[in-house]
């Protein structure tokens, strides 16, 4: 439906239009699909991005083995169907390289790329009362202003360098993993070091040690990880989603990962079997081709704590029959948090790798690292002297993109005052004080806990229609209010509450970042449940919502 241009007035009468109706603050796959998708609204978009091109996260994520962890059939945008039957994917798990192919295709495509401002980053965000409009500040020193902002700015954004003593003081080349250069890195013969065993380092450890002279893993915590036996795509796999695509779809939206793994919803408790049975179906999981099976054999793995202990002892049997080095291997075996609670990786060969002759792994748990030191890293243990240093240490995931953006809401709000004691909001999309902005992918979304490219597709969706029935009634803000952000909060929690997930000091709690309040920041309710939620919502009146 076209929505004619709307009719705004200032307090004195005048019409207070903005330069814009819809401002998106960033290219990634939310971003892009949302600038695609309120088109239709026929209304004045404008999109900024930080990078020189799309992908967001695939875009700066270009460290040597990077790969979505969700197969290529499944992480690929559903909006179009002839996209969806064109594109061919070369690999089951897509490697970085390629999604940034296929957000460059998508943004040309569908006329996209035009929409976007590229090389420019939003550094201030006001809203403005007596006109309602956003005034959003770049770092190229512009000033736009637009009734509705769209904060497609990402889960994993905000790089996190622990502040170490002496960063800037290391005279070799170091790196963040989430800002790797475009021409890559030369390793070969380096002594490097990595510090980080995270989804990322799990990656990006087995590429490197190929090339490195000597290659030092610093290791806090050990994570569980499982082979993801990635493989060039099967034609005749790639035929059968083609073919189902419409229906496949559709089950994902009913799932709580947004995603369907064919065949691996069960009912089935570990309990249910004997050991060797379980054994067998653990094993099985374990070799097939499909990664997170694995954790979808039984269905208390995330609920109940010794039946994730079995399952976890499964994979801590592994890694010791894999790793040669007995001390090493259990050095690998995570006991720290039950499996499944810090994000499981896939990985290629990541165990593998500690039983070459050039690499080693240093427990910087027991040791700390200490100090960067101009020829390499201190921990209270020892010095290691290196030429390359790689931090593959995470984000301030979540708030970070937010919280850094200097986001001013109404009454001199500012969003990090607001958000002091946790990032609260209504629905994962509305922040009281803060009309009219919306975020993708917010805390208190199912966001990186479900398939990303689908639930951005559906708060996209979800979005789309709230504007336009905003334009359609004549409204010019909408906010809430601080008690359906509380009540929100407790469901956020409570669903939380019913899984392990608060066992793991993860940064899905904030305890990666020191002194970040603590409060759980993914609905783990699932997708299914989640967009049923803001169904109703809406269904039942528009609850939580003050239109003005
Ligand atoms: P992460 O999971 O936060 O891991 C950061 C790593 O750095 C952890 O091992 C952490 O140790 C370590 N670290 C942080 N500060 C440290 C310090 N002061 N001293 C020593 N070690 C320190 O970050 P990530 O690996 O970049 O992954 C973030 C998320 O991105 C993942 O959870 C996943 O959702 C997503 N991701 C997905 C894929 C994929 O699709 N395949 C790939 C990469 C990332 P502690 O655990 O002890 O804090």
């Given at each position: 439906?076209?929505?004619?241009?709307?009719?705004?007035?200032?307090?004195?009468?005048?019409?207070?239009?903005?330069?814009?109706?819809?401002?998106v603050?960033g290219a990634g796959f939310s971003g892009m699909y949302a600038l695609y998708?309120?088109?239709?609204?026929?209304?004045?978009?404008?999109g900024?991005e930080t990078g020189d091109g799309p992908g967001g996260t695939w875009y700066w994520n270009r460290?040597?083995?990077a790969?979505v962890?969700?197969?290529s059939?499944?992480y690929s945008y559903?909006f179009d169907?002839r996209l969806e039957?064109e594109w061919q994917w070369p690999e089951?798990?897509s490697p970085q390289p390629d999604l940034e192919v296929y957000a460059n295709y998508v943004v040309d495509r569908f006329g996209i790329r035009d929409q976007v401002q590229f090389e420019?980053?939003?550094?201030?965000?006001?809203?403005?009362?007596?006109?309602?409009?956003?005034?959003?500040?770049?770092?190229?020193?512009?000033?736009?202003?637009?009734?509705?902002?769209?904060?497609a700015?990402?889960?994993?954004?905000?790089?996190?360098?622990?502040?170490?003593?002496?960063?800037?003081?290391?005279?070799?080349?170091?790196?963040?993993?989430?800002?790797w250069?475009k021409?890559?890195?030369?390793?070969?013969?380096?002594?490097?070091?990595?510090?980080?065993?995270?989804?990322?380092?799990?990656?990006?450890?087995?590429?490197?040690?190929?090339?490195?002279?000597?290659?030092?893993?610093?290791?806090?915590?050990?994570?569980?990880?499982?082979?993801?036996?990635?493989?060039?795509?099967?034609?005749?796999?790639?035929?059968?989603?083609?073919?189902?695509?419409?229906?496949?779809?559709?089950?994902?939206?009913?799932?709580?990962?947004?995603?369907?793994?064919?065949?691996?919803?069960?009912?089935?408790?570990?309990?249910?079997?004997?050991?060797?049975?379980?054994?067998?179906?653990?094993?099985?999981?374990?070799?097939?081709?499909?990664?997170?099976?694995?954790?979808?054999?039984?269905?208390?793995?995330?609920?109940?704590?010794?039946?994730?202990?079995?399952?976890?002892?499964?994979?801590?049997?592994?890694?010791?029959?894999?790793?040669?080095?007995?001390?090493?291997?259990?050095?690998?075996?995570?006991?720290?948090?039950?499996?499944?609670?810090?994000?499981?990786?896939?990985?290629?060969?990541?165990?593998?790798?500690?039983?070459?002759?050039?690499?080693?792994?240093?427990?910087?748990?027991?040791?700390?690292?200490?100090?960067?030191?101009?020829?390499?890293?201190?921990?209270?243990?020892?010095?290691?002297?290196?030429?390359?240093?790689?931090?593959?240490?995470?984000?301030?995931?979540?708030?970070?993109?937010?919280?850094?953006?200097?986001?001013?809401?109404?009454?001199?709000?500012?969003?990090?005052?607001?958000?002091?004691?946790?990032?609260?909001?209504?629905?994962?999309?509305?922040?009281?004080?803060?009309?009219?902005?919306?975020?993708?992918?917010?805390?208190?979304?199912?966001?990186?806990?479900?398939?990303?490219i689908?639930?951005a597709?559906?708060?996209?969706?979800?979005?789309?229609?709230?504007?336009?029935?905003?334009?359609?009634?004549?409204?010019?803000?909408?906010?809430?209010?601080?008690?359906?952000?509380?009540?929100?909060?407790?469901?956020?929690?409570?669903?939380?509450?019913?899984?392990?997930?608060?066992?793991?000091?993860?940064?899905?709690?904030?305890?990666?970042?020191?002194?970040?309040?603590?409060?759980?920041?993914?609905?783990?309710?699932?997708?299914?449940?989640?967009?049923?939620?803001?169904?109703?919502?809406?269904?039942?009146?528009?609850?939580?919502?003050?239109?003005?």
């Amino acid at each position: 439906m076209t929505v004619p241009h709307q009719r705004r007035r200032d307090p004195g009468g005048k019409v207070a239009h903005g330069d814009y109706d819809v401002v998106v603050i960033g290219a990634g796959f939310s971003g892009m699909y949302a600038l695609y998708k309120l088109r239709g609204l026929g209304l004045r978009l404008q999109g900024y991005e930080t990078g020189d091109g799309p992908g967001g996260t695939w875009y700066w994520n270009r460290y040597p083995g990077a790969r979505v962890d969700i197969e290529s059939m499944i992480y690929s945008y559903s909006f179009d169907e002839r996209l969806e039957q064109e594109w061919q994917w070369p690999e089951h798990f897509s490697p970085q390289p390629d999604l940034e192919v296929y957000a460059n295709y998508v943004v040309d495509r569908f006329g996209i790329r035009d929409q976007v401002q590229f090389e420019t980053t939003v550094t201030r965000l006001r809203f403005d009362e007596p006109t309602s409009l956003w005034h959003v500040g770049t770092d190229r020193g512009e000033e736009a202003t637009t009734r509705f902002v769209i904060a497609a700015t990402g889960s994993l954004n905000a790089t996190n360098i622990p502040d170490f003593k002496g960063v800037e003081t290391f005279q070799g080349r170091w790196y963040h993993t989430s800002k790797w250069p475009k021409e890559g890195v030369d390793f070969v013969g380096r002594r490097v070091g990595i510090i980080g065993t995270g989804s990322t380092g799990i990656q990006v450890i087995p590429v490197v040690a190929q090339e490195a002279g000597h290659l030092t893993v610093f290791q806090r915590t050990a994570n569980f990880s499982i082979p993801s036996r990635n493989r060039p795509l099967d034609p005749e796999y790639e035929r059968g989603w083609k073919q189902n695509y419409r229906k496949y779809r559709e089950m994902m939206k009913s799932t709580a990962s947004a995603a369907v793994l064919l065949g691996q919803h069960t009912d089935r408790s570990v309990f249910d079997v004997g050991d060797a049975e379980r054994d067998e179906i653990l094993e099985q999981a374990w070799e097939s081709r499909s990664g997170f099976k694995f954790t979808g054999s039984f269905k208390d793995v995330r609920t109940n704590e010794a039946a994730n202990e079995i399952v976890a002892e499964f994979v801590r049997r592994k890694i010791r029959q894999t790793v040669q080095d007995p001390e090493v291997a259990e050095l690998l075996c995570p006991k720290t948090h039950p499996l499944g609670t810090k994000r499981l990786c896939l990985d290629s060969g990541y165990y593998e790798t500690y039983n070459r002759a050039n690499v080693t792994l240093v427990d910087v748990r027991a040791n700390p690292i200490t100090e960067i030191t101009p020829a390499g890293l201190r921990t209270t243990a020892g010095e290691y002297d290196l030429d390359i240093l790689i931090y593959a240490t995470g984000f301030d995931a979540m708030t970070g993109s937010m919280t850094r953006m200097n986001v001013t809401g109404t009454g001199g709000l500012r969003l990090e005052d607001k958000w002091v004691n946790g990032p609260s909001n209504y629905l994962g999309f509305l922040v009281a004080g803060f009309p009219n902005l919306f975020m993708i992918h917010g805390p208190g979304s199912p966001s990186v806990l479900a398939q990303m490219i689908m639930s951005a597709e559906w708060q996209v969706d979800w979005l789309h229609d709230r504007i336009s029935f905003m334009l359609e009634q004549g409204y010019e803000r909408v906010d809430t209010t601080e008690q359906w952000e509380e009540n929100w909060a407790r469901e956020v929690e409570a669903a939380a509450d019913a899984t392990l997930y608060k066992k793991a000091d993860s940064w899905y709690l904030g305890a990666n970042i020191p002194g970040k309040p603590r409060v759980f920041m993914v609905y783990v309710g699932g997708f299914d449940n989640y967009t049923r939620r803001c169904t109703e919502v809406v269904d039942n009146g528009y609850q939580g919502f003050s239109f003005t």
